[in-house]
């Protein structure tokens, strides 16, 4: 009678994601996998063909919580850009290794910057249309202009170098929305 397997597929990418989250992407190595899951590596190996195979499905796991997280707020602003933005500094201040993981990693698995923040919500696409629909001009050039300025204080938040208040972050994002358009 074949054993029966105790260490799901399931299993290991909540163990991965839940690696990944306290310690960050550089960590999830077979061995520290393996640990957290409380196994051996031959079920990692059973599972997945190789460590890229599971990198993979943790970072579309990793997008998925991207989404939800932007999914809970409600949006207070009718400004484009700006609730968008202020989420996105956000996740990179409460989720430093997400944030590092999904838009610092030169590995995004055949996605671009445009659709790990458009997500399956269209989040962009919306902004975008928003300004449109504000009278600005050239929308998708104003949105470039605006990721540039809040990508850039997200990445101030992993290093200690931001620290506006969620309010002063708004005022901020608005501000640059009028200077740009």
């Not at 061995?31 to 943790?58: H, V």
């Not at 989404?67 to 996740?91: M, S």
């Not at 949105?143 to 204080?153: D, E, R, T, Y």
Request: aromatic share 12%.
């Amino acid at each position: 009678m074949a054993r029966k397997e105790s260490i799901t597929k399931d299993m290991l990418i909540n163990a991965a994601f839940t690696l990944l989250c306290e310690e960050g992407a550089e960590q999830v190595t077979a061995r520290k996998l393996a640990a957290k899951a409380n196994c051996s590596t031959q079920p990692i190996f059973r599972i997945y063909k190789n460590m890229d195979e599971l990198l993979e499905e943790l970072f579309a796991k990793a997008c998925d919580f991207f989404q939800e997280y932007c999914g809970r707020f409600e949006k207070k602003t009718v400004a484009p850009f700006v609730h968008l933005g202020n989420i996105y500094i956000r996740f990179a201040a409460e989720h430093k290794n997400l944030f590092e993981f999904i838009f610092l990693s030169t590995e995004r698995f055949g996605r671009s910057m445009y659709d790990l923040v458009n997500g399956s919500e269209g989040y962009v696409g919306k902004e975008i249309q928003s300004a449109a629909l504000h009278g600005c001009q050239n929308p998708s050039e104003l949105f470039m202009k605006m990721w540039i300025f809040i990508h850039g204080a997200a990445c101030m938040t992993l290093t200690g170098d931001y620290d506006l208040s969620e309010d002063e972050t708004v005022q901020m994002i608005k501000e640059c929305y009028h200077s740009f358009r």
